[in-house]
């Protein structure tokens, strides 16, 4: 990454903190030892794991810390939990998720579907928000998993998973409910002894909190029904076979350490920003919206769709100032169709293709903030006039655009 780029693209991958590459350099150097063998050597390196769990598990509200279980990432999580409650409970067949998950939660649960069980997927509205009546009417008593994450990736927006998952145990208290937390950790305060102790499972990612990529978290619940994903060893108190990855695990531990440190005055600064990059864009470009601003949102994330240009073409031309973004449409990897998460809130066609998330982070400023104002809306109005819908001599869609491209 050079000097000048502004990367404002948090909810995909985050910087490593210096404090995290600090607390791994140790356990990639001179304390490289495998922690499962029995030499004095090693020792610490399997002292290292057991204090980081126990780290991770007071993040939690202090809950058990051989409850939490160790794995590559956030995918293999989400993984985990929904293919091992299948595999634990072969006699029940119905899941419920929503229709805006991620697709390591979405593809799984079609994956269970093809293979015979019914699975709900659960509407949102135009905000995004979850239709709380229909997930009610969903539970049955056949049913097997939730699986609801906690806040959107695309669009920031906050599910009331503690509600949802209290309504799912007064239902039927043998239903396990999962949460994918990979954007929240870090964000908001999670106690899985207090507001979401009806969770039984949780899911997050290392590298969206300033620790490196390939290290995850799955938190298991005592007396949860979860067959092990990957066997071979005991590592892991035998669920999750594989050498531990020593180094990533310490970094993890530090990553949480600094989300600790004042976690409410960053998040007030980060939304803040997040705020001012909003009501810059909506003051300076016409026909633009915010997707999910209806709903609660997470301090960081803004999805903003512009009418009438593509999203591809809007990351070319931010990638040349040097700023770092993400599409809100799927046309970045060859496909015409816009994000299923957009499709689910039925945003228009003609603002679902030209959809951008800014993400921010503890390391967001003020001036990148004024940097992406001073050139977001000269890209906007440049693409516009590629547009056989935009009308540039009054900055406006021709008359019958909507009708003409839906």
């Known amino acids: 990454m050079s000097v000048s780029t502004i990367y404002t693209d948090n909810n995909a991958t985050t910087p490593v903190a210096p404090e995290v590459y ?14 499962s063998s029995m030499y004095e ?12 769990r126990r780290l991770v598990a007071d993040y939690f509200g202090g809950v058990d810390p051989s409850q939490i279980i160790f794995t590559s990432c956030a995918t293999e ?94 239902t039927d208290p043998t239903i396990v409910f999962h949460s994918d937390a990979t954007q929240t950790v870090s964000k908001l305060p999670i106690d899985l002894k ?17 620790a490196p990529k390939g290290i995850g978290v799955l938190y298991l619940k005592k007396g949860t029904p979860c067959r092990a994903f990957m066997i071979g060893g005991h590592q892991e108190g035998g669920r999750r076979a594989g050498t531990e990855n020593v180094a990533f695990i310490a970094g993890l531990a530090k ?36 997707n999910g601003a209806g709903a609660p949102r997470l301090s960081n994330t803004t999805n903003i769709s512009c009418h009438y240009v593509e999203g591809e073409g809007i990351l070319y031309q931010l990638s040349a100032e040097g700023i770092c973004a993400s599409s809100g449409s799927a046309c970045t990897s060859g496909s015409l169709e816009p994000s299923h998460v957009l499709k689910a809130m039925e945003v228009p066609f003609t603002a679902a293709h030209g959809s951008i998330r800014f993400s921010l982070s503890r390391y967001s400023t003020e001036s990148e903030i004024d940097r992406i104002l001073e050139v977001f809306p000269r890209i906007i109005a440049n693409l516009r006039k590629l547009s056989p819908y935009w009308d540039t001599q009054t900055n406006r869609p021709r008359s019958g655009a909507s009708a003409g491209i839906m």
């Open 77 to 170: 999580s989400n993984n985990a939990a929904i293919y091992g409650v299948a595999k634990a409970r072969p006699d029940r067949r119905h899941i419920i998720t929503t229709t805006v998950e991620h697709p390591a939660v979405l593809e799984v649960c079609k994956d269970l579907q093809r293979g015979g069980y019914q699975v709900d997927f659960i509407k949102v509205d135009k905000h995004g928000k979850l239709d709380i009546p229909e997930f009610v009417r969903a539970l049955r008593p056949d049913t097997l998993l939730v699986t609801v994450m906690h806040a959107n990736n695309e669009t920031g927006v906050i599910f009331p998973v503690e509600q949802l998952a209290r309504i799912t145990k007064e």
């Open 41 to 52: 050597s090693a020792q610490h390196a399997a002292q290292t794991i057991s204090r980081s």
């Open 22 to 35: 600090r607390a791994m350099i140790p356990y990639l150097t001179e304390d490289y030892f495998n922690p």
């Open 255 to 290: 990553a949480l350490e600094l989300a600790s440190e004042n976690h409410d005055q960053i998040e007030s600064r980060i939304a803040k920003l997040r705020d001012r990059l909003e009501s810059g864009i909506l003051e300076n470009i016409p026909e633009v919206r915010v």
């Open 194 to 210: 207090g507001d979401f102790k009806d969770v039984d499972l949780l899911s997050f990612s290392g590298h969206k909190l300033h």
